[in-house]
């Protein structure tokens, strides 16, 4: 995206795989929920795990040591303009699909219009900005980029965009409902098959012996694994359970009590279960309470204030969480692109200068400070603060309760939930507004209900966590863009509309420089956060893992953390 790859012509392998990775076995994981789906392009259903990673390539493939580089896989080469406003790949000649049919221009192009019309609403925000294809020849394909009125250049991360681009075969997809959601068997040019289904609970895959990219150096020492297996499990609970018993290998960990606390059965103390923590060079990314601004109780700033006085993260993190979290002061932290005790630069002042009320004053100047709570429980000095707030937003104090001074109505809202551990931190926080006065409800959902409203902004209030990478991009209209904020099925769901956010946005794609781009995204950073769209939550700066020992990993870890796609197994016989 910015300056040069790490790799050269002709290398041959990542850093962080073994490329020496015996192959062979079967690794098992746990998943929670179910699953409906075997589409994971579309808005309808509930899509089974690893259908993208396993079963759909595309042109180009990540490097996971650095910020954003793409090195080719469906395609052997790439050329894009200095300006970027556009892009050929040129496909390989051994590049199949697992029914053995060749991929194929007319797969690409298909590929681009059937996501962009029927997949998901951020593929419409990103092939949409494709304005003409040409086909050099019958194995090259030339993509061109629309420039919107009042750009200076077109969006530059778009090539890599289409590098990333899933591509479907069109001899069985034009022939099936795509924006349907159904279990007919997946076909793509992966490495895996789709093997055996039961619906809802379990899926496994299997490593496709005709796989034509095995031998690519970005697929050496990946894919080392020959059956992948995910079990769905009710709820974590009863995941753990099964992991200590050996019904699967490896276990991500977001649990902090239980990491601590739990992992001390008799396969750990045996040797036979490790505990791994894998250090990331990686944002935060945002973690919190979300407020849906388009309910007309979130509309006032000064009520979302408010409500974050309310939460003590210092209580929590100890009383929960065994004190391993960090408090979330950036959409970026944890990296050099939050702005988090740093000044607005030159270049973030400038980019600004046309919003003056977007960025409050102490967050242009040092970043956003969130609040910090006693520690004990009781949170005095914050919840005078959010009273005081609350009343210059025209509440009032009305037995015991926090009312419109007008119309008398009692500030309530429900926070939606899908998961015990959200619940359980949601009944925390709903303990302490209503200590304030306030009525807050929890409703814990399925999976199910629970994804249906959020496509259609069906909540007061929702946990959620917008993960990020060192190089955001195009996903950020998705998330904060104001077209996104009524499009079903985007990740806008703070519903937030600025013009402030919107050219942030636009600048950290059109940036040329690493310097440009630094500037855009913290300034992006500035907007949200001078907004109080969200209450931050925490983070870990590392990623808990724990592996039966027969599963093995490579000695370095790429800046994104632990790949699975990189492990082995070794039996012991």
Do not use: C
């Not at 699953?35 to 990540?62: C, H, K, Q, W, Y």
Request: aromatic content about 12%; proline content about 6%; cysteine-free.
């Amino acid at each position: 995206m910015h300056g040069e790859p790490a790799y050269p012509a002709g290398f041959k392998a990542f850093d962080y795989v073994n490329p020496d990775a015996p192959k062979g076995g079967t690794i098992r994981f746990g998943a929670v929920g179910s699953f409906d789906s075997f589409n994971p392009f579309i808005v309808r259903g509930t899509p089974a795990v690893g259908l993208r990673e396993f079963v759909f390539e595309s042109l180009m493939a990540r490097g996971y040591d650095e910020s954003f580089s793409l090195y080719g896989l469906l395609a052997e080469s790439i050329e894009t303009a200095p300006d970027r406003s556009w892009v050929a790949f040129r496909l390989r000649k051994e590049a199949r699909f697992s029914d053995g049919t060749p991929v194929t221009v007319d797969d690409v192009v298909f590929s681009l219009e059937t996501l962009r019309d029927k997949g998901r609403p951020n593929y419409k925000s990103y092939y949409g900005k494709v304005e003409r294809i040409e086909r050099p020849d019958a194995r090259s394909v030339k993509f061109y980029f629309r420039r919107d009125p009042g750009e200076e250049s077109a969006d530059r991360e778009m090539p890599l965009i289409l590098g990333l681009m899933p591509i479907l075969p069109k001899h069985v997809y034009e022939k099936r409902a795509f924006d349907e959601s159904s279990l007919e068997v997946p076909v793509g040019s992966g490495p895996y098959l789709v093997d055996e289904v039961k619906p809802g609970s379990r899926i496994s895959y299997r490593l496709n012996p005709n796989y034509w990219g095995a031998g690519l150096a970005v697929n050496r020492g990946r894919n080392n694994i020959e059956h992948v297996v995910y079990d769905y499990y009710r709820d974590s609970n009863a995941s753990f359970e099964a992991f200590k018993a050996g019904l699967y290998d490896a276990r991500p960990e977001e649990d902090p009590g239980r990491w601590t606390s739990e992992y001390d059965f008799p396969a750990v103390r045996q040797g036979h279960v490790r505990k791994l923590a894998f250090e990331t060079a990686m944002p935060s990314g945002m973690k919190a309470m979300v407020f849906n601004t388009r309910r007309p109780v979130f509309a006032d700033r000064r009520v979302r204030i408010a409500l974050t006085y309310l939460f003590d993260f210092e209580w929590v993190n100890r009383s929960l969480y065994h004190d391993v979290y960090r408090r979330t002061q950036s959409y970026f932290d944890n990296s050099e692109l939050s702005s988090h005790h740093r000044a607005a630069g030159i270049r973030e002042r400038a980019l600004l200068a046309p919003f003056p009320d977007a960025v409050t004053p102490e967050i242009m100047s040092r970043g956003y400070e969130a609040p910090v709570g006693d520690g004990n429980g009781l949170n005095r000095a914050n919840r005078v603060k959010a009273l005081s707030l609350l009343r210059d937003a025209g509440y009032t104090i009305s037995a015991g309760q926090v009312v419109d001074a007008k119309s008398r109505k009692p500030l309530s809202f429900e926070i939606l939930v899908a998961t015990p551990a959200d619940e359980r931190l949601a009944l925390v926080y709903a303990n302490m507004a209503r200590r304030s006065g306030i009525d807050v409800r929890v409703r814990n959902v399925d999976s199910s209900q629970y994804q249906g409203r959020l496509d259609a902004y069906d909540y007061d209030m929702i946990f959620f966590e917008w993960t990020s990478s060192l190089s955001p991009g195009n996903e950020q209209s998705f998330r904060w863009g104001s077209e996104a904020a009524d499009a079903k099925g985007s990740y806008n769901f703070i519903g937030v509309k600025s013009k402030a956010v919107d050219a942030t946005i636009s600048a950290l794609l059109a940036a040329k420089t690493k310097s440009d781009f630094v500037s855009a995204v913290r300034a992006l950073d500035r907007v949200l956060l001078s907004g109080n769209y969200v209450i931050p939550l925490f983070y870990s700066p590392t990623q808990w893992v724990a592996l039966w020992d027969r599963v093995k990993v490579p000695a370095r870890t790429s800046i994104y953390g632990y790949r699975s796609d990189t492990w082995w197994i070794e039996d012991k016989h």
